[in-house]
């Protein structure tokens, strides 16, 4: 079976094969490389003076668009679709010459989906995130782009991106929804993306495929286990590059947790681009309220800051199923976190978790307290949810399900053209 992978960014076996595994598409290409029956080739978007290569049996091809002088001052002005029409020909090309039996797009959000358009062969785009409801979390109630472009201050360079930016999501949106409605399989994991295709494509296929976590989670992994006797509770979260993130969230409620005169530190891993907006908005700072910034930390350095950790937080306002969580679960690490978009697929309420509504600091801060003096409950969260986790990522299932949904859609396609 010839398959052809698109994705954004550039995969991590693509220079050698001694670079480590980063996202969970590397993840998945890592499980895919286990298969005989595949011939995987991976297209994505490259730049200039990335050649094709080829490790392992896995063919790399980089997409470099040529840009003009003037292609590069006009997409500081431009939307999506400028950037698309420079790639999506190079995606048409390169499926002409590799000739596969099924294109895996990765992402409805991104332009690869567009394919679909011009050739016969099946596409089948993975689930990612969903930019119209992504769209409607872009700011946490009370913000609004006023507070951005007063952070700007006077540079008039950063207030025009934000204007451009505001502008570009409305056009990210646009071509989402035209991928919708070129492309009629899916593969997803969670009932909201399921929702979503849906709604978006009625009468379209949808395969559930779980998520594949990084290689040093699945091989490495070793089993939380619940701290006893008087010590600093210390929570942990992952990932904090938006606001959509629920950042805001996070320090109000360790603020809160802070006037109750819990005893706490709150590690956040991952950088942090809406600091002093977010700060400057709610008169609060972060290293005040107990909350310590660690920016970027790799997967082994971040297993042990979880293993280390009393509770998982997760603030987020939408997210589909962060791998966060996920990683947090495989260790059995118990779980707290908003009740948005489809992490309700991934922790069952009350029984591996504990579920909150969105933008609830004060709620969050009551089950942070409740559930640091409950170890009976925290075992609980930390059995359940670890069992859960490791069947759900487990790479022999995840790539049958991958297998199953590749030939189904082929069959498929195969009785629509007889």
């Given at each position: 079976m010839k398959v052809l992978w698109f994705e954004i960014s550039v995969p991590g076996r693509y220079k050698s094969d001694k670079t480590p595994v980063n996202g969970w598409q590397d993840s998945l290409e890592n499980i895919v490389r286990t298969?005989?029956?595949?011939?995987?080739?991976?297209?994505?978007?490259?730049?200039?003076?990335?050649?094709?290569?080829?490790?392992?049996?896995?063919?790399?091809?980089?997409?470099?668009?040529?840009?003009?002088?003037?292609?590069?001052?006009?997409?500081?002005?431009?939307?999506?679709?400028?950037?698309?029409?420079?790639?999506?020909?190079?995606a048409v090309e390169c499926v002409e010459e590799v000739k596969p039996d099924i294109i895996h797009c990765f992402g409805t959000e991104w332009e690869f989906g567009q394919v679909a358009i011009y050739t016969d062969i099946p596409v089948v785009i993975h689930m990612q995130g969903c930019i119209a409801p992504y769209n409607d979390a872009l700011f946490p109630p009370g913000y609004s782009i006023s507070d951005r472009i007063l952070q700007s201050g006077l540079n008039l360079k950063k207030q025009f991106y934000i204007w451009r930016d505001r502008r570009f999501n409305a056009s990210w949106r646009d071509m989402e929804q035209s991928n919708f409605k070129a492309v009629s399989n899916y593969m997803g994991r969670t009932e909201w993306d399921r929702q979503l295709v849906e709604l978006f494509h009625p009468g379209a296929k949808y395969f559930h495929v779980e998520e594949a976590l990084r290689p040093s989670f699945i091989?490495?992994?070793?089993?939380?286990?619940?701290?006893?006797?008087?010590?600093?509770?210390?929570?942990?979260?992952?990932?904090?590059?938006?606001?959509?993130?629920?950042?805001?969230?996070?320090?109000?409620?360790?603020?809160?947790?802070?006037?109750?005169?819990?005893?706490?530190?709150?590690?956040?891993?991952?950088?942090?681009?809406?600091?002093?907006?977010?700060?400057?908005?709610?008169?609060?700072?972060?290293?005040?309220?107990?909350?310590?910034?660690?920016g970027f930390t790799g997967p082994d350095e971040l297993q042990q800051y979880l293993l280390s950790s009393d509770i998982y937080v997760h603030t987020a306002y939408i997210d589909n199923s962060p791998n966060a969580i996920c990683e947090a679960q495989y260790l059995g690490v118990p779980i707290i976190s908003t009740n948005v978009g489809g992490i309700s697929s991934l922790v069952i309420d009350g029984e591996e978790g504990k579920l909150v509504p969105a933008n609830s600091c004060y709620n969050m801060a009551y089950e942070v307290m409740s559930l640091s003096n409950d170890i009976a409950r925290q075992k609980k969260y930390s059995e359940n949810s670890r069992k859960h986790a490791v069947e759900r990522h487990n790479p022999k299932h995840i790539l049958l399900e991958l297998v199953e949904c590749y030939r189904a859609v082929i069959e498929n396609n195969i009785s629509i053209i007889k």
């Open positions: 298969c005989n029956d595949i011939d995987l080739t991976i297209a994505f978007e490259g730049t200039e003076g990335m050649m094709p290569n080829e490790v392992d049996g896995v063919k790399y091809i980089p997409l470099v668009p040529h840009y003009t002088f003037w292609d590069k001052k006009y997409r500081n002005f431009s939307n999506r679709w400028n950037k698309a029409n420079k790639v999506v020909p190079l091989e490495n992994a070793q089993e939380w286990r619940p701290k006893t006797g008087v010590h600093k509770l210390r929570l942990i979260t992952t990932g904090c590059s938006s606001h959509w993130k629920g950042m805001d969230v996070l320090l109000k409620t360790a603020h809160a947790l802070k006037e109750q005169g819990v005893d706490f530190e709150w590690l956040v891993a991952g950088n942090m681009g809406m600091k002093k907006e977010i700060e400057r908005k709610e008169r609060l700072v972060f290293e005040e309220n107990n909350v310590k910034l660690l």
